[in-house]
């Protein structure tokens, strides 16, 4: 078979040769997935023969914990438990390897349609550069002719997509090995862990009799502790089974994660189990000592150079997750159900005291074994409320009062701590449930001391406070309530001046680059700088919250501007209908903030031009001459507008040689907008505000685009007239007769369809600045054309349009001015 070719469903596709050249890939493996999958399905069938089953399986036996006897249908009373075991464990290994099988075909289906892609490409581009190979020399010597041009880009792109498929193929390769060795290893926790993590598997495993059962009837819960005590100490001489240990562990954690999604409980037993055994390993672990108890146990695991790092990790992850089980209210645990040392531990240090050494050496402790439990895994509501508040309380202070905090195990805590929702809506509200013993609810204290911390990662397990919010927005009506509670509450922290002094001044340097005067990129250091500079994925978070409420941050409400419908008032609440009304001060405090990272800030930028890019859309379509939209797109825009002006003012303080943040953003937000457009199918009057939307949201690449180097885009000005302008040419259909009139450049015809692009840069311009010339003369052949049945033409229309965007930008602008002068 060619190197060149790709089989997948039936398809073959191969590379076309340009001039001399052509794809050189890994020769195209002979499997057909849809064979794998039919072999999974064969062995699952065999499965139903010895489950004496003639339905299906896995409705039933994978929608929830059930005994053995539940799933099998033959009459096995009379069978002896030797004969049963055998039974449940060839059951459980077909399923096994049902499951094993099934990756693989994805595997193979993976590697298949990248391959696929990566030829589909080099056949799209290629050809484009053949009429190039055969032209002779520019009439310049310092100039390359064509033909070495088009050998140049042919190159390059053989060579990108040969190492691609070579990537792609490795990947495969190490996969093939890694399933071989489970199948031939068997289903080792591990492997049925992934298994269940990937969806080729879930209940069905311990449903068949596999090797982690629930709760096995003959695991005595005061056994295991001392079993994990003695191997904690003693791994290589300990009497007793710690693989059992950590599988019974895992697997009633798996237990509670299925309950609690379908609304269910731990039962009576199983958290009786646990109970004992928690009790159990606590006073093994000794209540003097330090550390104390489960914590002391865990802590010599960690340390024992005698157990090797995975088998650690499981027995980490396997102690944490029962910790979070046996804490959570929803599953009938409680805080007061885990142990003292734990509990210590979650309450912090005290109030007006430094955080001790010893707190500081245990939390680091509980945040190891926390950083290997399942994602899926949360604590209860009172244990989450006390550890992120302690956690915020020991970072409320100066570092020399805590010496020790490292912000691995921080992470490690403040991820788990943050996924339960209940917890993080009580701390964003100030109301809740619980509260701590100490500190009681303290919004204020909490996120101001966790969000000035200069974190490993950036900010991202810290943001998990409000991460929940953008997707409860999409739940039901409950949800939908609980989310603008929280954001209710959450925005208007952003109005306390001490809150914002904090978040504008951590106290932290950062080191990064800058494009001087010249052109050049010179490295240089922002002092106390802002959250959201040395935080960039807390910011991006922020970025995620305005978009996700773009359309409150859009409202007149607060503002002196025109009837935009919005209630009279400041005050941050929620009408009786149930809509969101944002202070606009605390608005803008917010976004200032978002603005503290170049990519986070060109987000927004770029997202609020699209905004005013859907509403100019729906302004075209409707032809009512009704403003309302462009005040919204107007009020917007002034806001990100100060919002951005006050952050590259506090940026320029904390470094002289800053001088054009703001413009470097705005650069930047084009450019991502620009790419974003032109992934966009737009095809005449199919043009739709929610094409527009998906789009963009799903195209924009901030890898590619790096806002703080970024001095200049490709389309330079790019406003307000010209989206309106490129929105209606955009949407003339392929026979219009508008379109015989459209300069030539600016339009793409392909199968006969004649398109104007929404990404500029498709035109047929020769230089930068062409655009604008291109798209001006264009705008003569329509302007002075009747706006759909109304009485107005298309240039007045525009003015309309512009003339409210531009009032409500500068009544915004005006209005922060008044209130910070």
Known sequence: MSTGEVT????????????????????????????????????????????GRADGLNDDIDSGAKEFTEVIKWDITGLSEEDLAVWMEVSSSLRFCAGITQEWADCVSEYKRERQRIINHWNDIAPTYEADLSKGPSGFVWQKNPSEKAAEALIELKEEAELEEATAYNTLYTRSEELRDDLTDGPTPEAVQRLIDGGYSTWAYFNLGGDIESIPIDADPEEMADTVADFAADPEGYEGNINEVYAILNNMALVAVERKENGGTLTREELDFLNEFYKSLEEAGGEGGQPPGVLNISEQIIYNAEIDQDTKDLILGGLGGGILVLSDESLLGGYDNIPQSIRDVAEGPYRNDPPSSEWQSNAATLGAMFGKTNAYIQGGEEFSVNLTQSLGYALDGSAEDYPYLASWWLENLIDVSTRNEDSNHALLTGEGQYEHPRHGLDPEMTLRSLYTYDWDDDGQAVSGITDWIVDATEGDYWEKERADEAMASYIELFGDPAFM????????????????????????????????????????????????????????????????????????????????F????????????????????????????????????????????????????????????????????????KNKEDKDYQQRVANNATDLL?????????????????????????????????????????????????????????????????????????????????TVPLDPEKWNV?????????????????????????????????????????NAREKVKEEHYSINN
């Open 501 to 580: 002094d904090a978040l504008s001044g951590t106290g932290y340097e950062v080191s990064g680059q800058i494009t001087n005067d010249k052109g050049e990129l010179v490295d240089t250091t922002w002092s106390n700088a802002s959250a959201g500079h040395v935080n960039p994925e807390m910011a991006m978070a922020w970025a995620d919250l305005f978009v996700t409420y773009i359309d409150e941050f859009s409202s007149g409400y607060g503002l002196p501007i025109g009837s935009t419908g919005a209630p009279n008032g400041q005050d941050t609440h929620i009408g009786e209908d149930g809509t969101l």
């Open 674 to 754: 620009g790419s974003a457009l032109s992934e966009i199918p737009i095809h005449g009057s199919s043009v739709a505000s929610e094409t527009i939307k998906i789009s963009i949201k799903e195209n924009l690449d901030f890898e590619s685009h790096i806002a703080e180097i970024n001095t200049e885009n490709s389309l330079g000005a790019w406003e307000l007239e010209e989206n309106y302008k490129l929105l209606l040419l955009a949407g003339l259909d392929s026979d219009d007769p508008r379109m015989d009139r459209l300069p030539p450049n600016l339009i793409q015809e392909e199968n006969g369809e004649r």
């Open 582 to 653: 944002l202070n606009p001060d605390d608005r803008t405090n917010f976004i200032q903030q978002v603005m503290g990272d170049g990519n986070a800030a060109s987000r927004v930028h770029a997202e609020t031009v699209n905004f005013n890019f859907e509403k100019i859309n729906d302004f075209t379509q409707d032809q009512s001459l009704h403003p309302g939209g462009a005040i919204e797109s107007g009020i917007l825009r002034g806001m990100v507008d100060e919002a951005l002006s006050r952050e590259a003012e506090v940026r320029t303080d």
């Open 8 to 51: 997948y469903n039936g398809d073959t596709i191969t590379a076309v040769t340009v001039g001399p050249y052509t794809l050189e890939l890994t020769p195209d493996p002979d499997m057909k997935v849809s064979e794998l999958r039919a072999g999974a399905e064969d062995i699952e069938m065999l499965e139903r023969r010895v489950l």
């Open 766 to 806: 020769e230089k930068m600045g062409d655009e604008h010339a291109a798209l001006s003369l264009a705008w003569q052949e329509i302007y002075h054309t009747q706006w759909g049945d109304s009485q107005f033409d298309h240039n007045t229309a525009m003015g309309e349009y512009a003339n409210a965007y531009e």
